[in-house]
């Protein structure tokens, strides 16, 4: 199966994002929505938050409802990252992958960007990865999950430190998981409101 990826500029993110057909080549890197009608029924989104020491870790359930951290891996060498990781695809029946891209507050794309795009595209040229990855905007992720941390769970900064990574991964992961499930509700409303299609 073929999927499409702007070869020049950004990658699409986010639930609204498009492919150019003119720009495609076959590398498994799809939207949000084509992610999920890619992914089979039943099957399981991995989240991932990468950062320069750690890959934070998170699952959704197979009805794609919700996300819950299930850990991090620490960064060593590509190849062994990549083992890890498709060994827990394997083991939990992933079906696809949610990436957290890091954009700048103004919408524009560093350097950290870059690192994740070219980890994601590692993960299909370098490891056969089929299963399709989709990005999205993570902006404030891991603020938000301290500031949980510290003012709801009043975690020490030793303890925040151990759990950062991974609940900043389902804090990704719900909010894709969020965004499509928004996006079904409006659409089913749409579908069985014949004003709102006038």
Known sequence: MNFPVQIFGILPFGPDASCSPSKVAALPIVTL????S???KGMRLL???P????????ISDGGLKVASPIGTIRRRKFTQ?????????????VGGLVIG???NMDGSEGPRCQSVRQLAENLITKTGLTQPIAFWDERLSTSAVERFLVSEADMTRKRRAEVVDKMAAAYILQGALDALSHR?????AASSDPSRNA
Do not use: Q, S
Request: glycine share 8%; proline share 5%; hydrophobic share 50%.
């Open 33 to 36: 929505n084509d992610l999920v």
């Open 38 to 40: 890619l992914v089979p």
């Open 47 to 49: 989240g991932l938050d």
């Open 51 to 58: 950062g320069t020491r750690t890959i934070g870790l998170a």
């Open 81 to 93: 990252d990549a083992a890890e990781l498709a060994a827990i695809c394997k083991e939990r029946d």
């Open 101 to 103: 891209l890091p954009v």
């Open 184 to 188: 079904a509700f409006n659409a089913a």
